[in-house]
């Protein structure tokens, strides 16, 4: 009878549903579609210990990963439009107006390099009074700076050498990113030597990093040059970074 043919059409296509508190529907591997029927769904606890909800729908295996903090876990992401991701660590800051004149000589720590303006600085972690960074989420970074200085010492007994690094406050092996100034890189107190660095570092929530000059020798006469985007200046004293991975 047609009913009779109408309720066997119905039980074929009947989704299978398994309930999500069911534990004894986990599966301990990814299923195929070979081994599903059409409208099954199934748990499986994949290798890598993630949770993830399959379904068989017109012969194709469709797959959510599953999440208990609310975090969507991709395996591949195809974007064909624009993407917005927000709040993501980042900062650029500059020396502004003037230069920082007569660093210090020798120290144990060396002179904090005063980056006195923020050009980004999205979750307001940059300190233009104490000119350190705070760091707001536990990850990997890519921290950078450039920096222009001046009027070395060339008297009789200058400096031998000088060098500019990153410090993390907050670890013991706390020194990055650095470089190194010879006495062969000037022949004049007038003359401008320009470093830079990047490097990508591992940073703990609530440390605080800065650049810092460090001079062996010589006479506490070396200026940090500002900022200048002209032509003619070609020299910017930079220093930035942002989180790539947590």
């Known amino acids: 009878m047609a009913v009779d043919r109408e309720i066997r059409r ?3 296509i009947k989704e299978i549903v398994i309930p999500s508190g069911d ?115 536990t990850g990997y970074y890519l921290i950078y700076y450039n920096v222009g200085l001046t009027q070395f010492d060339i008297t009789s007994t200058p400096m031998t050498y000088a060098s500019i690094f990153v410090k993390n406050d907050a670890t013991t092996d706390n020194y990055f990113a650095n470089t190194r100034i010879d006495d062969k890189e000037f022949t004049a107190d007038t003359a401008v030597v320009s470093k830079s660095a990047s490097q990508v570092v591992r940073l703990e929530s609530g440390s605080t990093i800065g650049v810092y000059y460090y001079q062996n020798g010589g006479a506490a006469q070396v200026d940090v040059e500002d900022s200048s985007n002209s032509v003619s200046g070609g020299l910017e004293t930079v220093f930035g970074g942002y989180l790539i991975s947590k």
């Open 10 to 12: 119905l039980q074929n």
């Open 23 to 137: 534990t004894k529907s986990t599966a301990s591997h990814a299923p195929s579609a070979l081994s599903m029927n059409e409208g099954e769904m199934v748990f499986a606890q994949e290798s890598n210990g993630q949770l993830a909800l399959y379904k068989k729908h017109k012969g194709l295996v469709w797959k959510t990963n599953l999440s208990k903090d609310g975090k969507n876990i991709v395996d591949d992401l195809i974007v064909k439009g624009n993407v917005e991701i927000q709040n993501i660590p980042m900062f650029d800051v500059y020396r502004d107006s003037s230069a920082q004149a007569n660093l210090a000589v020798g120290g144990s720590t060396g002179t904090l390099i005063q980056f006195n303006e923020e050009n980004i600085d999205n979750l307001g972690s940059y300190d233009t009074s104490t000119y350190l960074y705070t760091v707001p989420v």
